[in-house]
């Protein structure tokens, strides 16, 4: 009976860790841009700086915001798009 127990929760570990994807995010400027993914604030991301995150499968977006090296106006780009559970999807900004 135990090892049922065991054998069904590895298997509800297992499909729910599966139902995320990759969003793999490189600033490809020497500036720093400030990251939002689905309208949430995440972190400031570096000149030539990776950051991956796990984010829900299905629709996604993400928003970079330039913080320094404009003269007048920032750089402001959303990118957006659906993935399915496992997948990687791979953004590099500014375009």
């Known amino acids: 009976?135990?090892?049922l127990l065991i054998i069904g929760l590895l298997a509800v570990l297992f499909t729910a860790c599966q139902k995320t994807f990759n969003l793999d995010i490189t600033n490809g400027s020497s500036?720093?841009?400030?990251?939002?993914?689905?309208?949430?604030?995440?972190?400031?991301v570096n000149g030539k700086e990776k950051v991956v995150y796990?984010?829900?499968e299905g629709?996604?977006?993400v928003r970079v915001v330039q913080k320094t090296g404009?003269?007048?106006?920032?750089?402001?780009q959303t990118?957006?798009?659906?993935?399915?559970?496992?997948?990687n999807k791979y953004i590099v900004f500014p375009q």
């Open 70 to 76: 404009f003269f007048l106006i920032a750089t402001d």
């Open 59 to 61: 629709y996604w977006s």
């Open 1 to 3: 009976m135990k090892k």
């Open 54 to 56: 796990s984010i829900p």
């Open 31 to 44: 500036d720093t841009y400030s990251l939002y993914v689905n309208d949430v604030y995440q972190q400031d």
């Open 79 to 87: 990118y957006s798009g659906t993935c399915a559970a496992g997948e």
